[in-house]
């Protein structure tokens, strides 16, 4: 598995887009579907991610920088036949990576009622449930969830594993 940073525009990235967000469409109602169209998804606070599995993209993600410490996982999907080998993983790492690099303490997203195995795979991660964030509404078909990434970080160093950091050293 292969996670790097992409162009969302891309042939191949605006396909595994339009996966997820036909999973959206077919799931919620439209005044409930906060998805970022591709001209938000290439705005300079956004950092988008691809997984691939050789050739095959297999998912993608995107981390949207809030400012005061805190950013937002967006885009997050993984094609249906690569749902349990690791991608998901690769995607939240590359992307929880990307917010510590910015500064970032706090991800948080919002992701939809019904969607059992992403809340189950988000709260494995760390992440726990709160209320809306932002500007989204309270909307019935939203949870919304967050993690601390400081101290994710600090568990990880105490583990004996990297932890990117911020710190330049000349």
């Known amino acids: 598995m292969n996670i790097c940073q992409a162009d969302p525009t891309t042939p191949e990235a605006v396909a595994v887009l339009q996966q997820s967000w036909n999973l959206l469409d077919a799931m919620f109602p439209p005044e409930e ?25 297999t998912g993608c993600a995107a981390f949207a920088h809030q400012g005061d410490g805190w950013g937002e996982l967006k885009s997050m999907f993984v094609t249906e036949g690569a749902r349990g080998s690791g991608a998901a993983t690769g995607l939240l790492n590359a992307v929880q990576d990307c917010a510590m690099a910015k500064g970032c303490n706090l991800l948080r997203l919002e992701t939809g009622v019904g969607l059992d195995a992403a809340h189950r795979f988000y709260a494995r991660e760390g ?40 710190d330049v050293k000349g």
């Open 33 to 57: 579907r906060f998805r970022l169209d591709l001209g938000s998804l290439t705005a300079p606070h956004v950092t988008f991610f691809l997984a691939r599995d050789g050739e095959q993209v």
């Open 127 to 166: 992440f726990i449930r709160i209320g809306p964030f932002g500007t989204y509404p309270d909307a019935p078909s939203s949870v919304f969830m967050e993690k601390n990434l400081a101290r994710d970080s600090d568990d990880a160093a105490a583990a004996g594993r990297y932890v990117m950091t911020n």
